[in-house]
């Protein structure tokens, strides 16, 4: 018989994953990079596009357009994943990122290019929540924690190396690669998972909340665009941003409603009286508000205050992001060989709030090794938090609602960084122009009256005067946006003293089989009925 990914049983059975299951990993792990890594190269791109596409006043609606049908689109494919089966609805969405990519590089004008990165984005959204999905499938929680480091470590590698490999292949072969590069790693994966994973086909008896559907999509996009324009595109108070506020929370509201009543429910409401998930997703959305807005505002602080270059941007973050690795693989192994977790997020969540206090004391005569160390307690904190609230929010849930919960955890993430981009960004932009008007006057007042985030050829043409008004704004800016986001780590902490450690299911003692059955049979969901009882 064709080798292919054993039960979780015969997991446990040999003490180590089957070769089949690490190289479904593997094609995972390209999954999800392909997610994380298509907005740092592409925004290294940007420049080169807009010079040879035009249509600058559009510009945002390249990464707005992704990261919208990204969002909206998240909760549906855990939904269908649940309903239909999880390798099918992964492959999809594989396929419609390859596709958006390819027509991506291939667009003439910009708007055709913010209409295929939108289709990319519709694909992408289901590439984190497969992902964590069919992990979630094949292997039980106690033996996941395992696998934490590999997570992290993509993710890192994805924030480093982004913005290099996005300059190198624009520099070198033109910027349409930034987007054809996703094509070879995204056959890879689709083979691999197409060959090696083997989980059980499903056909749901209820057709698809469809109304459900829309009213979430509307929800979310609107939402999205309220902290996406909020503060820049438009005044916080402007009667666009109050529109799309009032639509986003009505379209929410009856979307909570339309849920009571659904005979399939896109999000059931049934997994948040799990405290344990309920309480997952909070972390999770505040550790993406905070982590986002640390990756936006540490490279700016670095490039304005101490000098470093542009050009090597993701390697600015090393102190944070390498912290996060090495704490995510030993929290990993830890709950793996203990099956306990609680401490983690309480640890986490006070290491987190001490990171970023540490960074709101920045200022212009702050050395790069001590930013560095800052930097390394807030990596440390996030460390403890990034996969252990997936792997928690999943260990609450039943077998069959295994993808929403997945899509749930990480949509919460999403907004979570999508809310501490915009208050951040409006409070380090707010301070910013109120220190350069104090600092330079008139003159000060006209450099930042565009935008507050200057790039290092405007920095550069600056008087010196100017230049040395700008550091201390840029300092102060990040202090208030920090000093922020302790606070907000602090709301955390509080959520995670109330987590109730539940045993995470193990893989346990193989099932003896009847005599003449192969060893090697497809993955069949071994964990049903796990839901915390609250």
């Not at 490999?165 to 691999?192: E, H, K, Q, S």
């Amino acid at each position: 018989m064709a080798d292919t990914v054993n039960t979780e049983a015969d997991t446990a059975e040999g003490g180590k994953q089957p070769r089949s299951v690490r190289v479904v990993l593997l094609a995972l792990m390209i999954a999800m990079m392909l997610a994380m890594l298509d907005n740092m190269i592409v925004g290294t791109a940007m420049p080169t596009i807009v010079g040879e596409l035009g249509g600058l006043q559009h510009l945002s609606w390249v990464v707005t357009g992704y990261t919208l049908a990204t969002a909206a689109s998240t909760p549906l494919w855990g939904k269908l994943g649940d309903m239909y089966g999880r390798k099918g609805a992964f492959m999809t969405s594989i396929v419609l990122f390859l596709i958006g990519s390819a027509l991506s590089g291939m667009a003439q004008n910009m708007g055709e290019l913010i209409g295929f990165r939108a289709v990319q984005g519709l694909g992408a959204g289901g590439l984190m929540v497969g992902v964590m999905a069919i992990i979630g499938d094949l292997i039980p929680p106690r033996e996941r924690g395992k696998y934490q480091g590999m997570m992290a470590g993509v993710m890192a590698l994805a924030m480093i190396g982004g913005p290099l490999v996005g300059g190198t292949i624009t520099d070198n072969w033109g910027w349409r690669w930034a987007f054809y590069i996703n094509l070879p790693l995204g056959a890879v994966a689709l083979l691999a998972v197409s060959a090696v994973l083997h989980l059980p086909r499903k056909r749901a008896q209820a057709r698809i909340d469809y109304l459900g559907a829309a009213l979430l999509t509307v929800g979310i996009s609107s939402i999205v665009l309220v902290t996406t324009w909020g503060g820049s595109e438009y005044a916080w108070t402007s009667a666009r941003i109050m529109e799309l506020t009032a639509i986003g929370v009505a379209a929410l509201v009856g979307f909570v409603f339309r849920q009571t009543r659904a005979a399939e429910p896109i999000v059931p409401l049934h997994i948040f009286r799990s405290r344990n998930f309920t309480l997952m997703s909070l972390i999770g959305f505040i550790t993406g508000f905070v982590m986002f807005g640390a990756v936006l505002f540490l490279p700016l602080y670095q490039q304005s205050v101490q000098g470093a270059s542009a050009t090597n941007s993701g390697l600015l973050l090393l102190p944070m992001l390498g912290a996060m690795l090495v704490v995510s693989m030993i929290a990993g192994r830890v709950t793996t060989n203990s099956g306990r977790y609680k401490v983690f997020p309480v640890v986490g969540s006070a290491l987190m709030i001490a990171g970023l206090y540490l960074l709101s004391l920045m200022d212009t005569e702050t050395t790069r090794l001590t930013s560095g160390l800052y930097m390394a307690v807030l990596g440390a904190g996030m460390g403890c938090l990034m996969q252990i609230t997936m792997l928690v929010a999943q260990n609450s849930v039943q077998m069959k609602d295994m993808g929403v919960a997945s899509s749930s955890t990480t949509l919460f993430r999403t907004l979570g960084s999508s809310f501490g981009v915009a208050i951040m960004g409006a409070l380090f932009n707010n301070r910013v122009q109120d220190v350069m008007a104090e600092r330079a006057g008139a003159l000060g007042s006209k450099i930042t009256e565009q935008s507050a985030q200057l790039d290092a050829a405007s920095l550069a043409k600056l008087p010196t005067a100017a230049r040395e008004a700008y550091q201390h704004a840029v300092s102060a800016g990040t202090h208030s946006a920090f000093l922020l986001g302790a606070v907000v780590a602090v709301l955390a902490l509080a959520t995670a003293v109330f987590v109730k450690e539940v045993p995470l299911k193990g893989a346990g003692p193989a099932a003896p089989r009847p005599e003449g059955q192969d060893a090697a049979v497809d993955a069949v969901p071994a964990r049903e009925g796990v839901a915390e009882a609250v």
